[in-house]
């Protein structure tokens, strides 16, 4: 039996689960078609050449460490579920992917993934539904693991992967040895406060909650907002997003100097394009707002410091709070905000829109390590509708202000698109 340290994103992973809670981290799950004259021996075959060939997927954390795992040798179950008459495939799979969405994961058992096959009453309508621990499998894996899937059911093959514990073993090498990114965060840091006031905290005797609002704007006019400000500005999509939810946020606060946190996926080491694996950091974003500054110039600058913040990540968080103060303050100070962006560009079109327009799930109580809250916005901008996903863990009035800030975003993103190039205190006003 081989043993390996973990990765340093999976030691910034169970470094942000314990300082935010359980529960915080949700599964990630995969969908694959399954056309009517594969047989389910074929599928089952399928999803056990998924797991010979990605040792994320049959790792496990050994004993009560957080610090060592292993691969084991498992053999994936196959759960085939056959609907009835009148029951809708496309509804049934969204259910149930709602369900797993924050089913805990044993992580010290191997092999942490289910595996459904779905199918109409009649069989013609049939899909795989794979949910995997995020622990071991992130945004890009997912990717990764659905082509592999399809390739693999439909009875093609993939070329080779690179081995997980290999990989791991050379990013914690990696990052043992970087003696720059420690002496880069403090300087990009320096004199952003930890961010604090942005979420109204509740009395002593509130019940903390964990919640998320998801919202639908119907139509293309929001992905054209962005594309014309990337386009007209010269900068990314993210970049557009994080300046923007840095203008709401010191409208809200008065804070010139703002750190968003968004995950960053350091993907050029080879190998790591064919993996599955955990392999995302948390970094800040720091917005530096100017109202006299120019719109394009703020965006710009955002730009500049998002990749530079993409670049740096190498080190796990925990490693760099005990290294670089201003971090540590903005994650373990008492009163502080979290405010995390996430940003998806789709292609094509979202498929069927929800009969609601907002959606509202809550997942139970919310336990940080200090007091703190946490609001995640996301983001995703296809061509035939915009989704925003705000999440709030704090206080119960936290979810109507990560909605309320989410929506000022959206307003500002109208704004700015059709402004031109004003300067960045005319644009707040603007989106008044």
């Given amino acids: 039996m081989a043993y390996f340290a973990l990765s340093p994103e999976q030691r910034s992973m169970l470094f942000l689960e314990g300082l935010f809670g359980p529960g915080i981290f949700h599964n ?9 004259r594969i047989p ?76 459904e096959l779905v199918e109409s009453a009649d069989g013609r309508d049939r899909h795989l539904l794979v949910n995997l621990d995020h622990f071991v499998c992130d945004g890009y894996s997912a990717r990764v693991a659905a082509e592999e899937l399809t390739a693999l059911v439909n009875g093609g093959d993939a070329g080779p992967p690179s081995g997980f514990a290999g990989l791991c073993r050379d990013r ?25 006031g942005l979420v109204p905290r509740p009395g002593n005797d509130a019940e903390l909650t964990c919640s998320q609002v998801d919202l639908w704007y119907p139509g293309p006019r929001l992905r054209a907002c962005v594309d014309a400000l990337s386009g007209a500005c010269g900068v990314t999509p993210f970049a ?40 995302a950091h948390d970094r800040p974003i720091v917005c530096r707002v100017d109202p006299d500054q120019s719109v394009t110039t703020y965006l710009k600058s955002t730009m500049s410091r998002s990749w530079r ?35 998806w ?18 997942h139970g109580p919310f336990r940080p390590a200090h007091d703190l ?23 119960p009035a936290g979810l109507a202000e990560a909605e309320s800030l989410a929506g000022e975003v959206l307003t500002l993103l109208t704004a700015a698109a059709g402004a031109g190039d004003i300067t960045v205190g005319a644009l707040a006003e603007l989106g008044s």
């Fill in 309 to 343: 913040s993409f670049r740096n990540a190498v080190r796990s968080v925990g490693d760099l709070v005990c290294e670089v103060p201003e971090l540590g303050q903005a994650l373990l100070a008492d009163g502080v905000d979290y405010v995390q962006l996430h940003v």
């Fill in 28 to 36: 990630m799950t995969v969908r694959v078609p399954v056309p009517e």
């Fill in 40 to 115: 389910e021996s074929d599928v089952r075959a399928a999803v056990r050449r998924l797991h010979r060939r990605q040792e994320a997927l049959r790792t496990r954390l050994v004993g009560h460490s957080q610090f060592v795992q292993s691969v084991e040798d498992t053999v994936p179950a196959l759960t085939v579920r056959r609907l009835t008459d009148g029951q809708d495939v496309g509804e049934e799979l969204a259910r149930r992917r709602a369900e797993l969405r924050n089913v805990p994961q044993d992580r010290s058992v191997a092999g942490r993934a289910s595996h």
């Fill in 172 to 196: 914690a090498r990696a990052a043992a040895s970087d003696d720059r990114e420690a002496s880069y965060w403090r300087t990009a840091l320096d004199g952003v406060e930890p961010l604090s």
């Fill in 345 to 362: 560009m789709e292609e094509g079109t979202s498929g069927p829109a929800p009969a609601e327009p907002r959606a509202v799930v809550t």
């Fill in 240 to 279: 557009v997003l994080a300046a923007l939810a840095g203008l709401a946020i010191w409208r809200r606060t008065g804070r010139s100097r703002i750190a968003l946190f968004t995950p960053v996926s350091n993907r050029q080491q080879p190998g790591l394009e064919s993996a599955v694996g955990y392999f």
């Fill in 373 to 395: 809250s946490v609001t995640t916005m996301r983001f995703a901008f296809a061509s035939d509708r915009t989704t925003a996903r705000a999440f709030a863990g704090g206080g």
